[in-house]
């Protein structure tokens, strides 16, 4: 019996110098990061950094982090930040957000509020990223008044088998509302993208900090957004070069149509002669369809430019990451 004692007493000191050398490294591997950044000209910055859950957790407590990365305007803070995970299970991590958080980007601000915001993460041992899957109750996001409200949020996002770079998203809010609609659980609003992703290299744990991978080829399935009478409908491929200029063709279908081009007319995102311009040549399409509230359209983008139909829209919108 003494000899099992002592058996016990031995495997609990070894486990908790185990469980100390972990800790340890962890807070090691935060410091190091945050040094790193600042090395790199960003502002990098916490207040208290603490990591507890012995004998089987290693959750850390980063308070009051703040981020800034000055070559790309983005910023980044919040009251705190929580990264929970197992000590005998590594590669795979918790991130816990508050409530609220603010991001920034050039001159723009978010406020950021959520109830139950979580992401689980996991990693091959050199950081590479496997599997991201996050989801929250309520995410709502507030930027100089144009608010947005998501309800029954999920997010995935995939490495594809046998493929380095090349990963599956699938993103999906079960109610959305603005200020121009209320927000309500069921068919009548909501958010799905489906979608694969080709990048330029692949996706890890130091991406945040840069270079950053690029889009190569956005092949996506369904993107759909619905909210009131409205129904956007989007699919097809694109190429993507390395100044972010898109490649491809697209379909788009949209119903009652002309209440988005009016909301875009009254909040000032689209200027008056073309929103006029878009309702005369969509008006037309529609007919062509035999329905004045919907149209079924291409979506074709190439040298830089995007047309809608026979309708130019003008310059293409650059797809690249900050």
Do not use: C
Not at 19 to 33: F, K, N, T, Y
Not at 37 to 66: H, K, N
Not at 130 to 138: D, G
């Amino acid at each position: 019996m003494k000899r099992y004692l002592l058996v016990l007493i031995g495997a609990a000191v070894l486990w908790g110098a185990y469980w100390g050398v972990q800790a340890h490294g962890l807070r090691g591997e935060i410091r190091d990061w945050f040094d790193a950044r600042r090395a790199e000209g960003w502002v990098a910055e916490y207040d208290a950094l603490r990591v507890r859950g012995f004998p089987s957790r290693l959750d850390a407590t980063i308070t009051q982090p703040r981020l800034a990365d000055p070559e790309s305007g983005l910023s980044w803070e919040a009251p705190f930040l929580q990264i929970l995970g197992l000590s005998y299970k590594t590669g795979h991590v918790i991130v816990a957000f508050p409530d609220r958080q603010t991001f920034g980007s050039g001159d723009t601000t978010h406020e950021v509020t959520s109830d139950g915001l979580r992401a689980s993460l996991v990693t091959e041992a050199d950081g590479t990223l496997l599997r991201l899957n996050a989801e929250a109750e309520t995410l709502n996001i507030t930027r100089d008044g144009a608010d947005i409200a998501l309800a029954a949020v999920l997010a995935n996002f995939h490495r594809i088998a046998g493929q380095d770079t090349g990963y599956r998203l699938a993103l999906g809010a079960g109610a959305v509302a603005t200020p121009q609609g209320a927000l309500s659980r069921g068919r009548s609003n909501g958010l799905d993208i489906e979608g694969r992703f080709v990048f330029d290299r692949p996706w890890t744990l130091g991406s945040l900090a840069g270079p950053r991978p690029q889009p190569a080829s956005i092949d996506l399935a369904k993107a759909e957004y619905r909210l009131n009478d409205l129904d956007l409908q989007l699919a097809g491929r694109v190429e993507i070069d390395s100044l972010g200029r898109p490649d491809g063709r697209m379909t788009l279908r949209a119903e009652n149509w002309r209440s988005l081009l009016d909301s875009a007319r009254d909040s000032g995102d689209l200027p008056e002669s073309l929103v006029e311009t878009l309702i005369r040549g969509l008006t037309l399409a529609a007919g062509l369809n035999g329905r004045q509230d919907t149209i079924d359209l291409p979506l074709t983008l190439s040298g830089g430019e995007v047309s809608l139909g026979i309708i130019p829209l003008g310059e293409a919108p650059r797809i690249r990451l900050p």
